[in-house]
């Protein structure tokens, strides 16, 4: 009601309780774009450092994006536009680096490395049953040359029959190869494990290329945190950070695994069971080249397999090879999608 006792309009009430919220809107886009850069900072340069982390490192990030469009919807109806930078700035924050956004433009005008091809797929075949069939068909279409397996595949018929015509692998079926295996190296020994801490599953076997080189093509599985992410949800931090430090253990035996192979090229392929900016992630980057970040377009998500929101499945290569493209494969009926490489062994000095 006016002073004089009459209704104030409508229009008036709705402009002055906009009024009010104004300033509500514009502190949380600011907490917001604040919020989004906290974490990215927290996952760059923290990562599995503290357990705080791990959750956000396993999370689907495009849920980020919601508050900024809620609240710009907020700012127009407020009459504050202006906030909307702000907003589109965060949001392009959370769709880039957050969400792992791969641009490699530098790819479209690099030059064309000389050396031999080869086409890698790698691919957790997980415990469900999966689609034999239409996998193989995927090898023969994408010409692969060179596969990983983990969790070793299951003696299907129809791959049992597609990897005897003319292919070579390893004694425990975890490698497989176009290529003559001239060697396998001996696995990883598997370490003590309690408290649903896995060992990290390595197979090796050295490929003779069709040049006369020798690389070493790698299989890799690393454990899961998934019981620790378990443990958190019951309230038990302790148990996630066990999960944690035996993670980062693991991936010391790996790392000091493949060492032994000396100068020999070498093509590592598997389920890390992290995403690709956690900080140790970014750390191997500066000893190995990893495909889908030299050479894919796209966010790259290998799972969950029927709406993918993070990649840990991952193909990476000593420093001597060159990554000509990256992509993710179709749904075959794991709880993960394939990954697929085609890596360039330039030719040796002299050739």
């Not at 060179?146 to 292919?167: H, I, K, N, T, Y």
């Amino acid at each position: 009601m006016t002073e004089n006792g009459s209704r104030t309009p409508p229009r008036a009430g709705r402009r002055t309780w906009s009024l009010g919220l104004r300033p509500w809107v514009v502190a949380a886009t600011y907490i917001d774009a604040a919020s989004a850069l906290l974490c990215l900072i927290l996952i760059r340069w923290v990562g599995e450092a503290w357990w705080g982390v791990t959750p956000l490192l396993f999370s689907p990030r495009w849920l980020l994006l919601v508050p900024p469009l809620v609240l710009a919807l907020l700012a127009v109806w407020v009459r504050k536009p202006s906030l909307c930078l702000v907003l589109g700035a965060t949001a392009l924050v959370i769709a880039g680096p957050l969400m792992v956004l791969t641009v490699p433009l530098a790819k479209l005008r690099g030059p064309h490395i000389e050396g031999e091809r080869f086409r890698v797929l790698t691919y957790n075949l997980g415990d469900h049953p999966f689609d034999a069939r239409g996998l193989t068909d995927l090898l023969e279409r994408e010409r692969i040359d060179l596969v990983c397996f983990q969790e070793a595949p299951r003696d299907d018929p129809a791959l049992e029959s597609f990897f005897a015509r003319g292919w070579y692998r390893d004694r425990l079926k975890f490698v497989a190869s176009r290529h003559p295996i001239v060697r396998e190296m001996e696995p990883l020994p598997e370490d003590f494990r309690s408290e649903q801490r896995y060992a990290a599953k390595l197979h090796g076997a050295f490929i003779r290329a069709p040049s006369g080189r020798e690389f070493l093509l790698a299989s890799l599985h690393m454990p899961t945190l998934r019981p620790g992410l378990n443990r958190l949800l019951a309230g038990n931090i302790h148990g996630l950070q066990i999960h944690i430090d035996w993670w980062r253990r693991e991936l010391d035996r790996v790392l000091t695994w493949l060492d032994r192979a000396h100068d020999t090229p070498l093509v590592l392929a598997g389920d890390f069971n992290m995403p690709p900016d956690d900080s140790t992630m970014a750390s191997l980057r500066t000893a190995y080249r990893f495909a889908f970040e030299d050479a894919g377009w796209g966010y790259g998500y290998t799972r969950p397999s029927r709406t993918p929101w993070f990649r840990i499945d991952h193909i990476a290569t000593s420093p001597e090879w060159d990554i000509a493209r990256c992509h993710v494969g179709p749904d075959f009926g794991s709880d993960h999608l394939p990954l697929i490489a085609e890596v360039v062994l330039p030719l040796a000095p002299g050739r």
